[in-house]
């Protein structure tokens, strides 16, 4: 079982940065695709990012120039880098593990584990 905690969350106004950050626990093995999902009230979950263990990267296209989302496997860390942020970012963020398959996906119903999500508010 993978346990992850999400923290780095706060109130920012639009136009500004976070760096949200998401630690996990050790597992059987390092190299699985993460993610970050969002979920704002009344809105479906939905992904934001997504990185596998070669690095590479894919992002929701409303993120995408504004978002970077890392790893650094020696320390279980997960990142999400959040620039000029929009109040459209307002939303409760996630990060996820997919230990089953080695693809990197924005469908958050493939992930087997999540964290208990870091509240972002965006501001004017």
């Known amino acids: 079982q993978v346990q992850l905690a999400e923290s780095g969350g706060g109130s920012v106004q639009a136009g500004g940065s976070l760096r949200l950050s998401c630690t996990r626990s050790k597992y059987t093995y390092n190299n699985y695709p993460m993610a970050w999902f969002r979920q704002a009230p009344g809105k479906e979950r939905e992904g934001v990012a997504a990185?596998?263990?070669?690095?590479?990267?894919n992002y929701a296209d409303s993120v995408k120039g504004r978002f970077t989302i890392s790893r650094d496997d020696a320390e279980n860390i997960l990142y999400l880098q959040m620039d000029s942020l929009k109040l459209e970012d307002t939303a409760m963020y996630y990060c996820?593990?997919?230990?089953?398959?080695?693809?990197?996906?924005?469908?958050?119903?493939?992930?087997?584990?999540r964290g208990r999500g870091t509240q972002v508010t965006v501001s004017s």
């Open positions: 996820a593990a997919r230990v089953d398959c080695r693809e990197r996906v924005l469908r958050p119903h493939e992930y087997n584990y």
């Open positions: 990185i596998a263990s070669d690095g590479s990267t």
